[in-house]
């Protein structure tokens, strides 16, 4: 037990954190890529990128904290974890269409 989680609960944890901080690091290299070459593509790839991982997780992680503390009632658990899966749809989407839109 870690601070009160298993293991495997500790190590979902921190590969999510990981994963947050890799995706925060290419959507900022889109973001670049954007600023020095004008691309649209470059923008919504990098704007998708935040989404599917940086904002997705840190409003689920924040969310899911703000739920066990008792903070925010109950009934905010199933809209919270609809908007957290809209944002990841929509940096998909974002994803998507940077891949197949042409300058």
């Known amino acids: 037990m870690i601070w009160g989680y298993t293991a495997a609960q500790f190590g979902a944890v921190?590969?999510?954190l990981g994963s947050t901080v890799?995706?925060?690091v290419v959507g900022y290299?889109?973001?670049r890529g954007f600023r020095r070459n004008d691309s649209r593509s470059?923008?919504?790839l990098s704007?998708?990128?935040v989404l599917l991982t940086a904002v997705s997780f840190s409003l689920a992680f924040f969310g899911t904290l703000l739920?066990?503390?008792q903070v925010l009632p109950a009934?905010?658990?199933d809209p919270l974890r609809l908007v957290v899966r809209l944002l990841q749809f929509a940096g998909l989407a974002f994803i998507t269409y940077?891949?197949?839109s042409r300058p």
């Open 14 to 16: 921190l590969v999510s």
């Open 22 to 24: 890799l995706g925060l």
């Open 29 to 31: 290299q889109a973001y």
């Open 42 to 44: 470059m923008r919504y």
């Open 47 to 49: 704007v998708g990128l």
């Open 67 to 69: 739920l066990r503390l």
């Open 75 to 77: 009934a905010v658990g």
């Open 98 to 100: 940077s891949l197949y």
